[in-house]
C-alpha cells in the first residue's frame, strides 16, 4: 500500500471542492463541500444505529438504494437533524446539486453535521452554489476537508495506490470527527472516493466489514451522533477488472486498501478528539475470541476516569483494571497482563491481575508522548483487536459547555 | 416516613466512631471508620459485578454466607485491590475487630475505598484500634460517614423512622459516592442499620430490589467501581413481629423505609458527583414498560455532551434527543417529548421528537438552579423510571488528573 496525496481527488475522474457560503458566521471558515465523478459510480453507505437520524441520511439512503451515485454534498454548521422540514431541506440540496453541478439529483449523497435542532437556512446554499461548482477542481480534496469539519482542529484527508490484476487504483477519503464520536456499526461523517471498478454490492460488503475493525474501535466520549455517515463512491475509472464478488485476490486487495485509509481516519479522528492532547490506544491480545478482544478494548478506551489520567500521564492502571473488569464479556480476570507503552518506551506495570512494582519515572515519560498504547494480554487465546481514543482534558468541557454560543 | 438524626446510630443498639489512623497523609481526615451493633442481627449485602472485585468484598461475602453480621469495619484511602495479599490484609482488619471490639472476626463486613492496586499498611490500622473502639459512641455516626468519604464533599448521612405492627423502627444510612460511579446491580459504598426485626433472606430480597430502582440508576461517569458493597445489617431491637416473608404489610412498609432512604442516598451521591455543580435528574413517563424508562433514563444522565452542556445552563436539547436516540430500547422517537424544569419553572424544548420554540432566556433560568429536571414523555404506555446524575466539568478532569498525586 502506498501513500498518495490528493485525498479524494487522488482517483481518476474525481473533482472536489470546499467554501463558506454562510451558514457558519465565522466568514473565514468553509462550511460546504461538493464532490463530483466524471461519470456515475457504484455507491455504498453505511449510517447510524441511533433512532435519531438526520433528515439527510433518509434521503441520502433512497439516493442510493439503485447502487449509484454521482455526487457528494455537504455542509457543516447546522445538523438537519429534529426538524420537521428536514427532509424538504435535503432533498433541495440535491435539487441545487443538479441544477449548478449537472447531476441528476437521485444520484447525490447528502449530508450535514452541526448542532441539532435549528432549521437549516437554504438560502446560503443556493446562494454559494455557483461559487462552489466554479471551484470544482482536482486540488480541490483540501478545501472540501475543511468545509466538513466542526470542531475538528485538523484536516483529515487520505489517499493511497494499489494494484488490481496489473492496475493501478486509488482510493481516497476525508472525515470529521471530534465530538459525539462513539461509533455503532457507522459513524461520523467519511467521504471515500476510488477508482476501481466494483460492485455497490460489494462494496457494501467491504466497507461494512473494515468499519467493524476501524472506526466501530474509536470511541470519543460515548455519544453516538445522529449523523455519523460514511459512503464511497466508485467509478470504475482505473480499468481494472469488474469485482463483483467479496471474494478472491482483487476483492482481498481492494479490501486491505479500504482497510489502510479507514484505520488512518480512524487513529485520526481519535487523536483530533475534542479537547484530546494524546492518541490512547489499546491492544488486546491472546484473547480467547475477536469478540472477547473487541469488548475489553472499547471498555478500557472509554473509562472517563482513565482518560482524565492519561491526560495527566499518570499510570493509574488500577483503573486500566477497574474498565477491563467492568468489559461486558467472560475471561478470566486473574491472567491479565498489562503494559503501558509508547515511543519512549514499554513497561509492565500488572500481571495476573495484580500490581508489579515498576518505575513512576518511566511510566510519566512514556505516557507523555502524544501518542500512547496500553497492551493487554489475556492469555487465554490468540484473538486481538485495537481500539482508539483519546484522553479527557479541560478543553472538552469547555468545548462542550461553549458550542451552541 | 419521618426524617430523624444519627444516621447509622438511630436504630436502637448501633453504636459507630470514625478517626484518622494514617492511611491518609493528610492528619484532619479520618480514614478508618467502625460500626458494631449491641448483638448480632441478620444482615445482607449486594456487590459490585467488575470482574475485578475488592479483596474486602471475597471476605465479606464469606462472613455474611451464615446471614448474619455485628459490625463494619472500613478504611478510605487504598482499595485493597489487585494486591496479591488483599485477602490476607481484608481478614486482618476482620481479626482485629475481633480483638479490639469483641466481635468475632466471622461477623464483621469488612470494606475498603481508595487507589486500587497499591499495597495496603496494617500497622495504621492496628494502631488506630484503640481509639476507633474508645470511640464508639451512639453519637458517632458522623465521624462515621466523614472516616469514608475519599472525594466526596459532604457528608451522606440519613435516618428515617416508621412503624411495623404498632412498633417504632428505624433505619440509618451513611454512604461514600463521588467518582467511579456507575452501580451496576450494586454500587459504591453504603451501610445501612435498622433495629427492625427482619431475616437476612427477606432483607437480601429487599435491598437487592430497591438498588435497582435507587443507586443503579445513578450514574456519575459510566465507571462501575471495583469494590462497590451495599450492606445492611438489622439487629432486631425495635421488637416488631419477624419479618420472614417478603410480602404483606410489615414487608411493604419496611421495603418503603429503605426505598426512602436509599433515594436520598442516591440523589445525594449524584449530585456530589466529582467536580459537579449541580444535580441533573431525568424522568421518563408513559413508557411501554419499566425496562424501557430506565434504559432511557440512564442513557440521557450518562451522555458527556449533555452533561458538559447542563455545566453551562446551555438548553442544548439535540444532545438530549440524540442520547434518548442511542438508548438500547425499543420505542417511537417520533412521539417523544421532552422539558427541561427546575424549581424556577418548566420550559418546553421538544414535541413529537422535533424541535419547538422556547424561549432561551427563560431555559438558561430553569438550568441555573442546582437541581434540574429532564423530563421526557414516551406517549406510549404508564411506566415510568428516575435516574440521577451531574455535570461534567472542569473539576472532575482536575481531580481525576491529580488523584493519585
Known amino acids: 500500500m502506498k501513500d498518495i496525496l490528493g485525498g479524494i481527488c487522488a482517483p481518476v475522474g474525481f473533482k472536489a471542492s470546499g467554501v463558506h457560503c454562510g451558514i457558519r458566521k465565522n466568514k473565514s471558515k468553509r462550511d460546504l463541500a461538493?464532490?463530483?465523478?466524471?461519470?456515475?459510480?457504484?455507491?455504498?453507505?453505511?449510517?447510524?444505529?441511533?433512532?435519531?437520524?438526520?433528515?439527510?441520511?433518509?434521503?441520502t439512503r433512497k439516493n442510493i438504494e439503485d447502487g449509484f451515485a454521482q455526487a457528494v454534498i455537504c455542509n457543516s454548521g447546522n445538523a438537519n437533524t429534529c426538524n420537521e422540514d428536514g427532509e424538504v431541506k435535503a432533498q433541495m440540496m440535491c435539487a441545487l446539486t443538479e441544477k449548478f453541478a449537472g447531476v441528476r439529483a437521485e444520484d447525490v449523497i447528502v449530508a450535514s453535521t452541526g448542532v441539532i435542532g435549528q432549521v437549516l437556512p437554504i438560502e446560503p446554499i443556493e446562494n454559494g452554489m455557483t461559487q462552489l461548482v466554479d471551484a470544482l477542481s482536482s486540488d480541490g480534496s483540501s478545501d472540501a476537508a475543511e468545509a466538513i469539519m466542526t470542531t475538528d482542529t485538523v484536516k483529515k484527508e487520505y489517499a493511497c495506490e494499489f494494484t488490481l490484476g496489473g492496475k493501478t487504483c486509488r482510493l481516497g477519503a476525508i472525515a470529521k470527527g471530534s465530538g459525539m464520536?462513539?461509533?455503532?456499526?457507522?459513524?461520523?461523517?467519511?467521504?471515500?472516493?476510488?477508482?476501481?471498478?466494483?460492485?455497490?454490492?460489494?462494496?457494501?460488503?467491504?466497507?461494512?466489514?473494515?468499519?467493524?475493525?476501524?472506526?466501530?474501535?474509536?470511541?470519543?466520549?460515548?455519544?453516538?451522533?445522529?449523523?455519523?455517515?460514511?459512503?464511497?463512491?466508485?467509478?470504475?475509472?482505473?480499468?481494472?477488472?469488474?469485482?463483483?464478488?467479496?471474494?478472491?485476490?482483487?476483492?482481498?486487495?481492494?479490501?486491505?486498501?479500504?482497510?489502510?485509509?479507514?484505520?488512518?481516519?480512524?487513529?485520526?479522528?481519535?487523536?483530533?478528539?475534542?479537547?484530546?492532547?494524546?492518541?490512547?490506544?489499546?491492544?488486546?491480545?491472546?484473547?480467547?475470541?475477536?469478540?472477547?478482544?473487541?469488548?475489553?478494548?472499547?471498555?478500557?478506551?472509554?473509562?472517563?476516569?482513565?482518560?482524565?489520567?492519561?491526560?495527566?500521564?499518570?499510570?493509574?492502571?488500577?483503573?486500566?483494571?477497574?474498565?477491563?473488569?467492568?468489559?461486558?464479556?467472560?475471561?478470566?480476570?486473574?491472567?491479565?497482563?498489562?503494559?503501558?507503552?509508547?515511543?519512549?518506551?514499554?513497561?509492565?506495570?500488572?500481571?495476573?491481575?495484580?500490581?508489579?512494582e515498576f518505575s513512576e519515572d518511566e511510566a510519566k515519560k512514556i505516557l507523555s508522548e502524544d501518542e500512547i498504547c496500553i497492551e493487554v494480554y489475556c492469555n487465554e487465546g490468540n484473538a486481538d483487536a485495537v481500539a482508539w481514543g483519546c484522553d479527557l482534558t479541560y478543553d472538552y468541557v469547555r468545548i462542550n459547555a461553549d458550542y451552541r454560543t
Open 181 to 356: 464520536i462513539h461509533p455503532n456499526m457507522a459513524t461520523l461523517l467519511c467521504f471515500l472516493t476510488t477508482d476501481a471498478a466494483i460492485s455497490s454490492e460489494v462494496l457494501h460488503t467491504a466497507l461494512y466489514d473494515v468499519i467493524q475493525d476501524t472506526l466501530n474501535m474509536v470511541s470519543i466520549d460515548g455519544d453516538t451522533s445522529t449523523n455519523d455517515m460514511v459512503t464511497v463512491i466508485a467509478n470504475g475509472k482505473a480499468g481494472n477488472a469488474f469485482i463483483d464478488k467479496a471474494e478472491g485476490g482483487d476483492y482481498k486487495q481492494f479490501y486491505a486498501a479500504l482497510e489502510y485509509i479507514m484505520t488512518k481516519v480512524s487513529r485520526a479522528i481519535a487523536k483530533d478528539g475534542e479537547g484530546a492532547t494524546r492518541l490512547m490506544e489499546c491492544k488486546v491480545s491472546g484473547a480467547k475470541d475477536k469478540a472477547t478482544a473487541k469488548i475489553i478494548a472499547k471498555s478500557v478506551i472509554c473509562s472517563s476516569l482513565l482518560k482524565a489520567a492519561i491526560f495527566a500521564a499518570d499510570a493509574n492502571w488500577g483503573r486500566i483494571l477497574c474498565a477491563i473488569g467492568y468489559a461486558d464479556a467472560q475471561f478470566d480476570i486473574n491472567k491479565i497482563d498489562v503494559n503501558l507503552a509508547s515511543s519512549k518506551g514499554i513497561v509492565a506495570v500488572c500481571r495476573n491481575g495484580n500490581g508489579v
Open 34 to 59: 461538493l464532490i463530483v465523478s466524471d461519470v456515475k459510480g457504484s455507491a455504498a453507505a453505511v449510517y447510524t444505529t441511533n433512532k435519531v437520524k438526520g433528515a439527510p441520511i433518509a434521503v
